[in-house]
């Protein structure tokens, strides 16, 4: 089994920076960041693989966000610039042993998540 523990939420200005990481324990081949607003259905961020295929991103953080992965520490980061108070949510990292997908469903595991606030 895979576990996975989400940090580096808080609370930030609107137009500034954070960087959430990920760490895993076990194999996994395709990680994904989702996030959730109270009352709102678990949204697509973003995801990556271990293999050559590109990252995906949400059409609503392209350009401002960037996930990456460092294998030799087993963690995901996922850099949040730029950021909204639109962005304010639960974020979780996924995974699972399939390819690249962005659906919630899709994926196995799961961290229980940190809280990202954006004020304006």
């Known amino acids: 089994q895979v576990q996975l523990v989400e940090s580096g939420g808080g609370l930030v200005q609107a137009g500034g920076s954070l960087r959430l990481s990920c760490a895993a324990s076990?194999?996994?081949?395709?990680m994904g960041w989702f996030r959730q607003a109270p009352g709102k259905e678990r949204a697509f961020v973003a995801a990556?693989?271990?293999?050559?295929?590109?990252?995906d991103y949400a059409d609503s953080v392209k350009g401002r966000f960037t996930i990456s992965r460092d294998n030799a520490k087993n963690t995901v980061d996922l850099q949040m610039n730029s950021l909204k108070p639109e962005d304010s949510d639960v974020y979780s990292c996924?995974?699972?042993?399939?390819?690249?997908?962005?659906?919630?469903?899709?994926?196995?595991?799961w961290g229980h998540g940190t809280q990202v606030t954006v004020s304006s």
């Open positions: 996924a995974a699972d042993l399939g390819a690249l997908m962005t659906v919630v469903t899709a994926y196995q595991y």
């Open positions: 076990g194999h996994w081949y395709t």
């Open positions: 990556l693989t271990r293999g050559t295929s590109a990252p």
